[in-house]
């Protein structure tokens, strides 16, 4: 089962300083477990606060994880690697091993365009948001090397919940790009997952889940150890 950590610190107890001090301990905690990729995605910092934050959280990851170059798409990934949220641009000058793309953001063609004009000789990893088998398969024809579907179970937004849209609907979006369709392209579930109902998303044909709360709630060796267990 691959697991995916979005970073979000003010979900951290704590001032803002205690909440990044705790942030960069759960990524460090995160990449030791051998949690394959980290969003960070705290979009209300400034270009130079993220930037700050993203070459600290790089250097963390890389001095505890045996992460290597390369697309994750055919294969399972090897070590951690770390994602900013949207910027392409933070991501290219920090050193962050790609980046995802809200739904309503760039497509990953353009996002790759912009990478490879830069950083042609260091390919990215580029994951995109889907919210339905459409947005799935439009990830994956404009070169995306993972797809995160969501909501599966439930969303939370500003302290309210939201109903999610169902095993069903990510059966769908997994059928629509999986092996029924010659194809093999990665898709997590997202939204309300729990270490209670992460491996009927697997079953559903998921490759693996992402979450906050799954990770910032949890002692990560501990969601790390019975994920892979129950993946078995």
């Not at 995916?4 to 610190?9: V, W």
């Not at 090397?145 to 937004?157: C, L, N, S, T, W």
């Amino acid at each position: 089962m691959w697991l995916y950590y979005i970073t979000d610190r003010k979900q951290l107890p704590g001032a803002p300083a205690e909440q990044r001090r705790r942030l960069l301990d759960k990524i460090a905690e995160a990449a030791r477990c051998g949690v394959h990729f980290i969003q960070l995605r705290e979009k209300d910092l400034s270009s130079r606060e993220l930037e700050g934050l993203a070459r600290d959280a790089i250097a963390i990851v890389r001095d505890t994880s045996a992460a290597t170059a390369g697309s994750p798409s055919h294969s399972r990934p090897k070590g951690t690697r770390l994602l900013i949220n949207s910027r392409v641009d933070v991501a290219l000058a920090t050193g962050a091993d790609g980046v995802h793309l809200p739904a309503s953001d760039l497509t990953a063609a353009e996002a790759r365009n912009v990478w490879n004009k830069v950083a042609s000789s260091r390919p990215a990893v580029i994951g995109v948001s889907c919210h339905t088998a459409d947005d799935v398969r439009r990830a994956h024809t404009e070169g995306a090397d993972f797809a995160v579907f969501a909501p599966v179970f439930e969303k939370v937004i500003a302290s309210e919940q939201h109903g999610g849209t169902g095993l069903a609907a990510l059966r769908q979006a997994c059928e629509a790009v999986g092996p029924a369709a010659g194809k093999r392209f990665p898709v997590f579930a997202l939204g309300g997952i729990t270490l209670e109902n992460a491996q009927s998303c697997i079953e559903a044909g998921a490759v693996g889940v992402a979450g906050i709360r799954l990770f910032q709630d949890n002692d990560v060796h501990t969601v790390v150890v019975r994920l892979a267990g129950r993946s078995r």
